[in-house]
Structures are given as C-alpha cells and as structure tokens.
Nanobody, 117 residues
Framework: QVQLVESGGDSAQAGGSLTLSCAVS????????LGWYRQAPGKQRELVAR???????QYADFVKGRFTISRDSAKNWVYLQMNSLKPEDTAVYYC???????????WGQGTQVTVSS
C-alpha cells in the first residue's frame, strides 16, 4: 500500500512563489515515477510535472521555466517549487505515484493553491 500526503498549499499574489511537498510512504518500487497534477474548478485533472527515479523530469508547457520538480529518493519526498505564479495556476494540486507494474496510480488528498491578481 502507498500513501501520499501533500502540504504547502496556500494563497499567494501573482508573481509570488510557493513550494509544495509530498511525503510518500509504504512500498515504493525503484521504477515508480512521482509527479504533480492539478485540477481547477470545472476542468479535468492535468499533469503539471513528473520525475522518474533516475531524475528525468517532464513539465507541462504552461509551467516550463516557472515550476521545478525535485525528488528526494532517500527520504521519499517530492517537491514542487512554483515561481512567477499566475491566477490561472489556481487549482487543487495532487501528488501522484505512477507504478508501471502492476499498473496503478496512487493519489494524495490534494492541497489548494490560490493565486490572486
């Protein structure tokens, strides 16, 4: 079983910064990828960024150059540093563990980020 607990969600002004953290516990495989998704009201959940166990990163176009994902594999934490925040970044942010086999996604409970102009 895997548990993910996010923290760090808050309100911020446009142009500001926030850092989200996710503590991952349970049985973690060396091939598991970790990532962040977000869901704004009335919209589908979308990928923000993900990082493989080898440190390979992937970002959505709308956050490239502004957000940075990092992973502490020794402590099983994943972070999302968010800079130059925009009002359109307002959403619930979810931590995700993607397992290749058996194929499964695990999710945290989400943390709210609100950016005001």
């Amino acid at each position: 079983q895997v548990q993910l607990v996010e923290s760090g969600g808050d309100s911020a002004q446009a142009g500001g910064s926030l850092t989200l953290s996710c503590a991952v516990s349970g049985t973690i495989f060396s091939t598991d990828a970790l990532g962040w998704y977000r869901q704004a009201p009335g919209k589908q959940r979308e990928l923000v960024a993900r990082v493989s166990v080898l440190g390979t990163t992937q970002y959505a176009d709308f956050v490239k150059g502004r957000f940075t994902i990092s992973r502490d594999s020794a402590k099983n934490w994943v972070y999302l540093q968010m800079n130059s925040l925009k009002p359109e970044d307002t959403a619930v942010y979810y931590c995700n563990l993607n397992r290749l086999w058996p194929a499964r996604d695990y999710w945290g409970q989400g943390t709210q980020v609100t950016v005001s102009s």
